[in-house]
């Protein structure tokens, strides 16, 4: 593949993920910003290894499993939302739409679950993947993925009440 | 508290407006600028990074430097340091490991890789205090450091007048010895039990009797197992003629052995060398059609059998109360399949490696940590000299695999430094992880060990 046409496979792969990617992550660490970061760290990384990603089967689910694992790394995450604190004492948040506060307040129990709980949660409501392809990027089987969101749902339905507008928090 | 299909349309409906919050096609854009240009400030080398490691190469006794490879960002610091002739390492390398993917609870030091001239390495054991390691091949046992701050020239080699490599090297628990089955002097006698004394290098036969491989009566003593409080165990086979039975041995000193527990049928039987508490596991194979892996307490009291249908895998790890079996691949891609054996509940669980399905990697190493809790796997890509995994999974108390992470990346888990136009004998057999608490020992090629610090 020459350089050209290996930029171009990159670069639609980039359009079609990387909004995927912030908002999957957005949930799952809690800020905009480090979801950023952490996107396009794992794009960079993919785009470094393009040559084999390019020729898995699912280079998305490669992708995300990337993005997840570095979410995963806590000092790292620390350290990166440290830094996009102090990038926003000078640089106003992005201008896109922020989640409301029932569903911060949601996704703060979500934060609270289990790594691999907060991992099927977030691919299967905010990336809304089929139970085959979030056993993919798992590596697990659909099983494994199924009993992951019940125990994740339960969780979650202790901690959270119904409100009257329909919504719960 | 709410029902499920609440919690259910809660979250469909947040990670819709989620979805919808999500960068539009001008924050995208920019993004990919961004990216174009961090990718463009990186030094090009074909799209990895690279480091630069000191690397001593002494052929026939001469030291020269050999090559420098790899790095960036490293000032190359690390001493050169010379080899004695008739020291058997050749080369030594040191660097950084790459590590986008680094899972939460382990980080990683620098990798200590030590490359042997000559004949195939074949078994390696960590000292219990894991600031050794022994390696044995046809000629001889070595004893090396895990340290990059001790020096070469203090390993020390006991050469073996046999010509046979020496099977299932064991540490004694204070470190002062190895114990091994070796059929020492090569005329065909059965494998006996060995004892090297590290400090005078003299070698004693602890289960000589005398008896040649296919004479009447001959007994295979092999798997040699130290417990903790350092009592040395073995398995006895016997009677070949007659199918062999393996039956637990305790050695009480003076080339004398006492037999414990029942006898274990199955030909020809593998040893794990992990001790499991107070049981020592051992797997029987080539049963037709299954293959039966066995605890055996060395109090002689109970066994604990578990039958595995189907395949016929070996163990490649004791920890814990687990074993990490594997065997040849039933597919036509090749490589191995593996599972995790957990004792007490009888489990037996494949380990899923959803690597193998979409790529050329193959599975060459495996082990499991001190305390079973975890698995390492290493995969090396055939056609990407530089896409090798180390990977990291839990195993739950029901001894069923998590999903595997990525701790790390790089040549440093390839055979033969990765080069796909070498096909070692390393990959037709599953290179040994040795898991210790202070790091990961491995050796996926016939000619190499690395040692992986847990920082």
């Known amino acids: ?169 | 508290m709410i029902d499920d299909e609440q919690v259910e349309g809660a979250l469909s409906r947040a990670g819709e407006r989620q979805r919808a919050a999500a960068p539009d096609a001008g924050a995208t854009q920019r993004a990919l600028q961004q990216l174009h240009a961090r990718r463009a400030a990186e030094p090009d080398n074909g799209g990895h990074r690279r480091r630069v490691w000191p690397i001593v190469a002494v052929v026939g006794g001469a030291a020269a430097v050999a090559l420098a490879v790899v790095v960036a960002g490293n000032s190359g610091t690390d001493t050169i340091r010379s080899v004695p002739a008739t020291d058997p390492v050749v080369t030594e390398q040191r660097g950084e490991l790459d590590l986008p993917d680094a899972a939460p609870d382990l980080s990683l030091g620098q990798p200590l890789v030590r490359r042997f001239d000559g004949l195939p390495l074949t078994d390696i054991a960590v000292s219990p205090d894991a600031d050794r390691i022994a390696v044995s091949r046809a000629s001889e046992v070595c004893i090396v450091s895990t340290s990059p701050a001790v020096p070469t020239d203090a390993d020390r080699c006991y050469p073996f007048p046999s010509g046979v490599a020496p099977g299932s090297i064991t540490w004694a628990p204070d470190g002062t010895a190895l114990v091994f089955h070796h059929d020492l002097f090569g005329f065909g006698q059965e494998p006996d039990l060995v004892e090297l004394d590290l400090a005078t290098g003299e070698l004693t036969v602890l289960t000589d009797d005398g008896v040649p491989i296919d004479g009447d009566g001959g007994a295979l003593d092999i798997a040699p197992t130290f417990t903790p409080d350092g009592t040395l165990y073995f398995f006895r086979l016997s009677d070949p003629s007659d199918g062999v039975q393996a039956v637990l041995h305790r050695y009480d000193g003076d080339g004398v052995a006492t037999a414990i527990g029942p006898a274990l049928a199955g030909v020809p039987p593998t040893a794990g060398r992990g001790v499991s508490d107070d049981s020592i596991v051992i797997m029987l194979s080539a049963l037709v059609g299954s293959s039966e892996l066995v605890s055996v307490d060395v109090d002689g009291g109970t066994s604990r059998s578990i039958v595995i249908e189907g395949p016929s895998p070996a163990i490649a790890d004791v920890a814990g109360d687990r074993a990490l079996l594997v065997a040849p691949s039933r597919v036509a891609s090749g490589g191995f399949e593996l599972w995790v054996a957990d004792v007490p509940s009888g489990n037996v669980a494949p380990i899923d490696i959803p690597q193998l399905a979409a790529s050329s990697m193959r599975v060459v190493g495996g082990g499991l940590s001190p305390d079973g809790a975890q698995v390492a796997l290493i995969l090396a890509d055939q056609d990407d000299p530089d896409g090798h995994l180390l990977l990291v999974a839990d195993i739950a108390a029901d001894g069923s695999v998590g999903p595997l992470t990525v701790l790390a990346t790089g040549p440093e888990f390839a055979p033969n430094d990765g080069d796909p136009t070498i096909k070692p004998a390393g990959l037709g057999r599953l290179g040994e992880i040795v898991w210790t608490d202070a790091g990961l020992v491995y050796s996926l090629g016939p000619d190499e060990i690395v040692t992986l610090p847990l920082l």
Not at chain 1, 7 to 22: N, S
Not at chain 1, 122 to 150: F, N, S, W
């Open chain 1, 1 to 169: 593949m020459s350089d050209h046409a290996t930029t171009e496979t990159f670069d639609a792969f980039f359009v079609e993920e990387f909004p995927r990617l912030v908002a999957i992550l957005t949930a799952w660490s809690g800020s905009r910003s480090v979801a950023e970061e952490l996107a396009q760290d794992a794009l960079l990384q993919a785009l470094q290894r393009w040559d084999v990603v390019a020729r898995l089967d699912s280079p998305g689910a490669w992708v995300r499993r990337v993005a997840l694992n570095r979410s995963a790394n806590e000092g790292r995450r620390r350290r990166r939302e440290r830094a996009a604190v102090d990038r926003l004492r000078v640089a106003a948040e992005s201008s896109q739409r922020e989640p409301t506060s029932i569903d911060e307040a949601l996704w703060r129990r979500v934060r609270a679950l289990s790594v691999a709980q907060r991992d099927v949660v977030v691919l299967r409501y905010v990336d809304d993947l089929p139970l085959a392809e979030i056993a993919r990027v798992m590596g697990c089987a659909e099983g494994t993925v199924k009993k992951h969101l019940q125990r994740a749902r339960a969780a979650l339905a202790a901690h959270i009440t119904a409100t009257s507008d329909g919504s719960s928090e």
